[in-house]
């Protein structure tokens, strides 16, 4: 039996995530030492279980039938500033530590390049797995490279950006390679000076009301914080899982018919994809604010789904596939859930 490292038995999946639904995980690892993940995943394999990597449970939805399997609780912790030539610092977080914590740090030190991904609930682990961003920052603009452990060469290894394969909402570690690597460090190269380029919508206007002109990273840490603040609950308060659904990707070539049916169809260029807004989408159905089967469409985002009474999985399935036919029949666009599922 291994005892340094924390393992509990029969835990409710829901209480490690922020839509708090779920059946109950066979085991739950925590993770807060390098150590300790070759260790788990000589204990799962001694059990001959399946492994699930979980951060903070804002984007994993919870299934009733649970995890027959072994959950590794990423808590590995530790930021640090690796270089600094003058123009641009490299800094270096552990996978466990809040992605807002990393934004802060870096904010601190008047950098630019994820401070418009304040506030996002989660971790820096979770941030290179799906490409996280916001307000027109991601993080694989500004990635150098991952420290993950390999789980079929069972060593520890560092990829690149390039390896990573990063687009919208994508990367090796959530398609062609899921579930291979356990991200255990993230490492990204920040620059002095303000956001540069076009900002989203309602970032800028935000600024505009309040008479705010200097895009200093403070000074759009503040407003991310509150414009999520205005439209976004707080996961750790209200259950959701944040954003639910994925912008939707469209060709170059389609741009022009969508706007000549939706004038007002909010398009942007993020990287080198074109992405709806997913949110406007749904709003434009009627749906916002509506209570599906037990999940609210927020009346202050419809990007987001609220938990309110939803008894099970089946519920929030229902839910989800109202919303995407809506969507669908009025668009001829179609949804995609951002949250993984257990």
Same mark, same amino acid.
């Given at each position: 039996?291994?005892?340094?490292?924390?393992?509990?038995?029969?835990?409710?999946?829901?209480?490690?995530?922020?839509?708090?639904?779920?059946?109950?995980?066979?085991?739950?690892?925590?993770?807060?030492?390098?150590?300790d993940?070759?260790?788990?995943? $000589?204990?799962? +394999?001694?059990?001959?279980?399946?492994t699930?990597?979980?951060?903070?449970g804002?984007?994993?939805?919870?299934r009733?039938?649970?995890?027959?399997?072994?959950?590794?609780?990423? $808590?590995?912790?530790?930021?640090?500033?690796?270089?600094? +030539?003058?123009?641009?610092?490299?800094?270096?977080?552990?996978?466990?530590?809040?992605?807002?914590?990393?934004?802060a740090?870096?904010?601190?030190?008047?950098?630019t &390049?994820?401070?418009?991904?304040?506030?996002?609930?989660?971790?820096?682990?979770?941030a290179?797995?799906?490409?996280?961003g916001?307000?027109?920052?991601?993080?694989?603009?500004v990635?150098?490279?991952v420290e993950?452990?390999?789980?079929?060469?069972?060593?520890f290894?560092?990829?690149?950006? $390039?390896e990573l394969?990063?687009?919208?909402?994508?990367?090796?570690?959530?398609?062609?390679?899921? $579930?291979?690597?356990?991200?255990?460090?993230?490492?990204v190269?920040?620059?002095?000076?303000?956001?540069?380029?076009?900002?989203?919508?309602?970032?800028?206007?935000?600024?505009?009301?309040?008479?705010?002109? +200097?895009?200093?990273? @403070?000074?759009?840490?503040? @407003?991310?914080?509150?414009?999520?603040?205005?439209?976004?609950?707080n996961?750790?308060?209200?259950a959701?899982?944040?954003s639910?659904?994925?912008?939707?990707?469209? +060709?170059?070539?389609e741009i022009? &018919?969508?706007?000549?049916k939706?004038?007002?169809?909010?398009?942007?260029?993020? &990287?080198e994809?074109?992405?709806?807004?997913?949110?406007?989408?749904?709003?434009?159905?009627?749906?916002k604010?509506q209570?599906?089967?037990?999940?609210?469409?927020?009346?202050?985002?419809?990007?987001?789904?609220?938990?309110?009474?939803?008894?099970?999985y089946?519920?929030?399935?229902?839910?989800?596939?109202?919303?995407?036919?809506?969507?669908?029949?009025?668009? &001829?666009?179609?949804?995609e859930q951002?949250?993984?599922?257990?």
């Amino acid at each position: 039996m291994i005892v340094y490292m924390k393992i509990r038995e029969n835990v409710p999946i829901a209480e490690l995530t922020t839509m708090r639904m779920g059946g109950f995980a066979r085991y739950v690892v925590e993770i807060t030492t390098v150590n300790d993940i070759v260790e788990a995943y $000589k204990f799962a +394999d001694e059990k001959g279980l399946p492994t699930y990597i979980l951060g903070g449970g804002s984007n994993t939805i919870g299934r009733d039938e649970g995890f027959d399997g072994v959950i590794l609780l990423n $808590k590995l912790r530790g930021i640090d500033v690796l270089g600094d +030539d003058g123009e641009t610092v490299t800094v270096q977080a552990m996978a466990g530590e809040k992605l807002d914590d990393l934004a802060a740090f870096t904010v601190e030190r008047d950098l630019t &390049g994820i401070e418009a991904m304040s506030a996002i609930p989660g971790t820096v682990g979770a941030a290179p797995v799906q490409n996280v961003g916001a307000y027109g920052q991601d993080i694989g603009a500004v990635l150098v490279s991952v420290e993950a452990f390999d789980t079929e060469l069972r060593d520890f290894i560092t990829l690149s950006v $390039k390896e990573l394969g990063f687009r919208y909402r994508r990367s090796i570690l959530n398609s062609d390679m899921k $579930k291979r690597f356990f991200v255990t460090a993230v490492t990204v190269r920040l620059r002095r000076g303000e956001i540069a380029g076009e900002l989203y919508r309602s970032l800028q206007a935000y600024l505009d009301e309040n008479g705010i002109a +200097d895009r200093r990273p @403070a000074t759009i840490r503040d @407003a991310v914080i509150a414009v999520r603040a205005g439209k976004i609950p707080n996961p750790m308060k209200i259950a959701s899982s944040g954003s639910f659904f994925k912008n939707v990707s469209v +060709d170059e070539a389609e741009i022009d &018919g969508l706007r000549a049916k939706f004038p007002n169809i909010p398009i942007y260029k993020i &990287g080198e994809s074109w992405e709806v807004a997913a949110g406007w989408l749904i709003e434009q159905t009627g749906l916002k604010g509506q209570l599906l089967h037990g999940m609210r469409v927020s009346d202050k985002a419809a990007l987001i789904l609220i938990n309110e009474s939803a008894g099970n999985y089946a519920d929030l399935a229902a839910a989800r596939a109202a919303i995407v036919a809506a969507v669908r029949d009025k668009f &001829g666009l179609e949804l995609e859930q951002e949250p993984e599922e257990i």
